[in-house]
């Protein structure tokens, strides 16, 4: 098992930056990938943003290329995503996942989910 827990959201002002968190502990050693997704109010969960967990292959959705950074720190099991100048539509519950397989996108494919964190965008 794989446990997941996501830090970091909040009230931003639009134009704003936040850095969100994920540690991962239990049997990371499964883990292949590692994915950030969101959901809005009254929208279905969509993909953000992904991280091969040992190395530095990324990948991120077409809505948020150029503005959204996904990294990790191996060492501590830590995926972080940031996310510069904020939008009002950038508001949302984030959620971290972990793959064992599978595609990066698709939600589908993730075993683990964190809780997820809130971020709220003002304009």
Known sequence: QVQLVESGGGLVQAGGSLRLSCAASGNTF??????????????????VSAILRTGGITEY???VQGRFT???????DTIYLRIDRLKPEDTA????AAAIRG????SNDYDYWGQGTQVTVSS
């Open 30 to 47: 499964s883990i292949d990938h590692m994915g950030w997704f969101r959901q809005a109010p009254g929208k279905e969960r969509e993909f």
């Open 61 to 63: 959705s077409d809505s």
């Open 70 to 76: 996904v990294s990790g720190d191996d060492a501590r």
């Open 93 to 96: 519950v984030y959620y971290c």
């Open 103 to 106: 595609t990066w996108s698709r």
